[in-house]
């Protein structure tokens, strides 16, 4: 965990592998990758996406439905609410909770977040129905198997978990083991004194730390069947509270009168180690879904001839959904 300055050493190692600990176990959520997840998108947005080899990465507080991430936010403070009442009668912990309270936010601090989304299956009648409703969508099959280490930001792939009750113990489970550790460093001091030794303080900062990746990894159990992958790039640097940062990765686009922020990430060195034929890697895009469209044999042949510009030697798989136009 950074921002330890001034901690001492000892408490800082305890709290350091306490992240790792928590953190591994987060990340076994996360594994293995699918073989390919799937990107959804308009004729538009693929011929962008593949001339550009690169993705659009919205920021995540201008998604498409804020509720989404106000589900997991919601989630989080029920249990900080709960567990105020739980530890009353121990003022370190209860003034934990109640900070925790008050400075929790997914929109706070000097951090914004960025992602696109992908799915595990690549002909999903509600996908198409939300990217292609009158036809012309396309579902991109990515291999992410070593495209990570080649795009021009350092990016995380994470799995959205749908079930409540999975959410509410990763939460549980988290704030037990902080609680657990807190009660071990401040045992025997009061609010004063775990102040002046800066303990509530990190603890609070290091467990909004941890809460927060989850707003992005919950959605409401009623999206289930998007079996939604995010890969998710941070920004350390907020333009409202940081003035003096560069700001050129900043982009934005327009969506239905609202400006959006967004940052762009390239996978261009991923389709340049997949045209080396030394390096033995695959070329990114594996696959490309057609969607229900009145022309599927007229696209394919344009979108072939799209993805054989990008790498002349990848001969696409190009699959059709079989779901009629009219299901649309």
Request: net charge neutral; with cysteine.
């Amino acid at each position: 965990m950074e921002n330890l300055k001034g901690f001492p050493e000892t408490k800082a190692a305890k709290l350091n592998s306490l992240e790792n600990s928590i953190l591994e176990e987060w990340w076994r959520f996360h594994r293995p990758t699918p073989q390919k997840l799937y990107h959804y998108t308009t004729a538009e947005g693929l011929i962008g996406i593949l001339n550009s080899t690169s993705f659009w990465m919205t920021n995540l507080r201008y998604m498409n439905d804020l509720s989404e991430l106000q589900y997991s936010v919601d989630l989080i403070e029920n249990i900080i609410e709960a567990k105020i009442s739980e530890f009353a009668s121990n003022v370190i912990l209860k003034e934990f909770f109640n900070r925790i309270r008050n400075t929790f936010s997914p929109f706070g601090g000097d951090a914004e977040v960025f992602a696109v989304c992908f799915c595990e299956q690549g002909n999903l009648l509600s996908q198409w129905r939300a990217y292609g409703g009158r036809g012309g969508g396309y579902a991109i099959g990515i291999d992410f198997f070593h495209l990570l280490r080649f795009l021009s930001k350092k990016c995380f792939l994470r799995k959205i978990i749908y079930e409540p009750a999975k959410q509410k113990e990763i939460i549980v489970s988290v704030i037990e083991k902080v609680c657990g550790l807190l009660r071990e460093m401040t045992s025997g001091q009061d609010i004063k004194k775990a102040d002046s030794d800066n303990t509530l303080p990190q603890f609070c900062m290091f467990l909004n730390h941890i809460l927060g990746e989850y707003i992005f990894s919950f959605k409401h159990p009623e999206f289930s069947e998007e079996q939604e992958w995010r890969l998710v790039y941070v920004w350390d640097c907020n333009p409202i509270l940081n003035r003096e940062s560069n700001f050129n990765d900043l982009k934005f686009r327009t969506f239905g009168g609202n400006v959006i922020p967004y940052c762009e990430v390239s996978f261009n060195n991923a389709v340049k180690a997949s045209r080396q034929d030394d390096y033995g890697l695959s070329f990114p895009v594996q696959e490309l879904v057609i969607g229900p469209t009145l022309n599927p044999d007229f696209n394919s042949q344009s979108v072939a001839s799209l993805l054989t510009k990008i790498n002349p030697d990848h001969y696409p798989l190009i699959k059709k959904s079989g779901i009629p136009l009219r299901w649309l």
